[in-house]
């Protein structure tokens, strides 16, 4: 994105898909699972959990962004870390002055926000490198999808383990499997819920597969999670299912790394783009290749995107 | 700063505690970014364990020293999260330099894990939990050095069960993570059973 140039309302719906849906932090990218699992005991927790991360996110997007080009490379993760654990520290004290009872049910996973390997992994890979405008809403709705995935998570063991909903009895007669507020019931709903996701991206992608094979061979813009690239499709490749799943197969080596630098082919994508128009605006023989890869891109991402209400009901 | 004496069997039971019903992973769900991610292989789950504990060991030392020492008189305990995350993160790049130039051997069996280990949790976690709980620096070594143990328990059990599932044949939805986190559910239970034991 060029200085100056007016941030689209295209580029923040996309954004808002992306950081919701397509990219979910817990849902397909994989991260923070932690607090994922220990804070989703009710809705309300969940809710809690999600929005003070949200909150430290847009700060901590916010900020980094602004000192992307004064932060040197080589101790970036100190600064990083530094600036977390601040806008942590000013969560955690608004919280105790404000919502005590959430803060206490939370417990130190307030403080351990600075460990959150979200808001690390959207401070590298993309407050670092954008402007601030596009890292705030980077920061929000990466938020969002955390809270939003935690709320999923909170109101489904809630609803089985205790058969409450925000504290009121909602199924009579339900005797309530308390498996589901224990700490094995978080993994169990976790691994149906990403099963689904799985099958559901499965579905898709089998039906885009044999769709897409004819006219389109090579498609930036869409996450690689998304993005089928082989011509020639072959049912032993989901043997170890890589192609559905890149971020998110525990076999791989670099599994790891990913926590810290996560493997966001679509913020990688949109640089490319970014770059490309820059180039495209200071020298106009680029202009054509620029818009060819947008008119591209956007069509395609558009037969991509899935709304999350669909999604939960199915 | 004045702690309640803590006899021998109390310390005892703190760490059988810490390692068995208060398991980091399985009860507190601190840590679960490495249990779920280098717990494939049993060497690697073994490796990334006693690396942690390692780690969690030494900066429960540290950090109790950088509280009672610094924040309380300074009355800046309020920035304990920002004060052990860096001090952990320096820690970590003195443990790996020092295990380079004086322990090859274990450098070279810990070494790779060693980074992974500033943004783990279990070990900020644990430095939380000592401050909170209000722990001398005894009891706050050992529990940082039982906790790592439940963790590397967790951890080696857990590969040895994933390399098990290698030859399971599930669904295709299923394959990959889904299946790791409900073989995880399935451990938990078995650990939330050790919550039915009382320590009189």
Known sequence: MKRGEAYSFRRLLAQMKEGLITNNPIFVQLLGMCPTLATTTSLVNGLGMGLAATAVLVCS????????KVISREVRIACYITIISGFVTAVELLMKAFFFELYGSLGLFIPLIVVNCIIFGRAEAFASRNPVIPSVFDGLFTGLGFTGALCIIGFIRELLGTGKILGRAVLPGYSPAVIFILPAGAFFTLGFIIAAVQKFRNVRSD????????????????????????????????????SNSAPSDPDSDGEF????????????????????????SSGSADEAAGDGTQSNAVPVSETEGFSAEAFIDG | MTFAPITVRGLFLLMLGAVLTENFIFSKFYGCCPFLGVSDKPDKALGMGMAVTFVMTVSGAVTWAVYYYVLVPLGLTYLRTVAFIL???VLVQFIEMFLRRFVPAL???????????????AVLG???????SGYGFVPSVCYGFAAGIGFTLAMVLFAGVRAKMEFADPPRAFRGFPLTLIAAGL???????????SFG
Request: glycine share 6%.
């Open chain 2, 107 to 121: 450098y070279s069996s810990l070494g790779i894990y060693l980074p992974l280990i500033t943004t783990n949790c």
């Open chain 2, 187 to 197: 451990l938990a239970m078995i650990f939330s059973g050790f919550s039915g034991i």
């Open chain 2, 126 to 132: 644990a430095a939380l939990v000592n401050i909170q």
């Open chain 1, 61 to 68: 997007n916010l900020l980094i962004s602004l000192l992307r």
């Open chain 2, 87 to 89: 001090v952990i993160s």
């Open chain 1, 257 to 280: 790394e990913l926590d810290f630098y996560p493997d966001d082919d679509s913020t990688a994508a949109y640089m490319e783009a970014w770059a490309r128009e820059e180039a495209a």
């Open chain 1, 207 to 242: 039906r885009g597969r044999f769709a897409r094979l004819s006219n389109v061979s090579e498609i930036s813009g869409i996450p690689s999670t998304l993005r089928v690239v082989d011509e020639n499709y072959d049912d032993s490749e989901f043997i170890d299912d890589g």
